[in-house]
């Protein structure tokens, strides 16, 4: 089979379980693992397409030499190689997650890079031993029910002056805050409509939610294309914050 015919097959399977959507399982945990065990091989190639901004978020991140960082709702651990040459000053990578099939591609990866480590783990409660000088949610805070405790958690493990760097989908308020991008009606109720089939929430609270937490942030804003949808496209923000 030829690669781009062996690529088509994969991104059908995974475009047939997105129309199935998210199963509801007993926990969280169980229906994101029933959801992704079948897709955790064409995970990182068709979300490479579709979820954007992380690689700039990675770039942006300001960190001190031997830097601890952990990534909440991590994944396969995809993140860490967007830290290209500055991987070699970092101490350790820790990848969160409640998805096992996952997980077990994080763990795959760790065995090339030694500062990665992969944690089953609830974003909402998991703690590291130290506190940590930066964290990042990529498209994990949509995902998880109860995103406020998410932050919470997150701003507890930062060392001060640590950052926090959260990228995700997301619609704006009805009326967005000054110099903040206000989306029409239609973007506001298509998009949380359209994702939550697969278990996915853009939210108009979450933003806002960043900005009061970390007052000392930068935010970007812009939309991005999806994959067999020529014409649509997603909003997405990138968000730093600093803490106090």
């Not at 397409?49 to 991590?74: D, F, K, N, S, Y």
């Amino acid at each position: 089979m030829s690669a781009a015919a062996s690529t088509l097959r994969g991104d059908l399977g995974v475009l047939l379980r997105l129309l199935r959507g998210m199963p509801r399982g007993a926990t969280h945990a169980q229906s994101l693992d029933a959801f992704y065990a079948a897709q955790s091989s064409d995970y990182d190639r068709f979300r490479e397409r579709l979820l954007r901004g992380r690689a700039e978020l990675v770039a942006a991140l300001p960190l001190p030499p031997r830097a601890r960082i952990v990534e909440l709702g991590g994944g396969t651990g995809r993140n860490v190689e967007f830290l290209g040459a500055r991987l070699a000053e970092v101490a350790s990578y820790t990848v969160v997650d409640l998805c096992e099939p996952l997980l077990a591609r994080a763990r795959e990866r760790a065995k090339a890079i030694p500062q990665l480590r992969a944690v089953h783990g609830d974003a909402t409660r998991w703690q590291p031993d130290a506190p940590v000088d930066a964290v990042i949610l990529s498209y994990a805070l949509t995902m998880i029910p109860d995103w406020r405790a998410a932050l919470a958690n997150a701003c507890a493990m930062l060392k001060p002056g640590g950052v926090l760097g959260v990228v995700d989908f997301y619609v704006s308020p009805r009326r967005a805050d000054a110099g903040m991008t206000q989306h029409g009606a239609f973007t506001r109720a298509f998009w949380p409509r359209w994702f939550a089939h697969d278990g996915v929430r853009p939210n108009a609270d979450h933003l806002p939610a960043l900005r009061a937490l970390l007052p000392q942030n930068a935010c970007v804003e812009a939309r991005a294309p999806v994959p067999y949808l020529p014409l649509a496209r997603v909003p997405y923000y990138r968000f730093l914050g600093r803490k106090a």
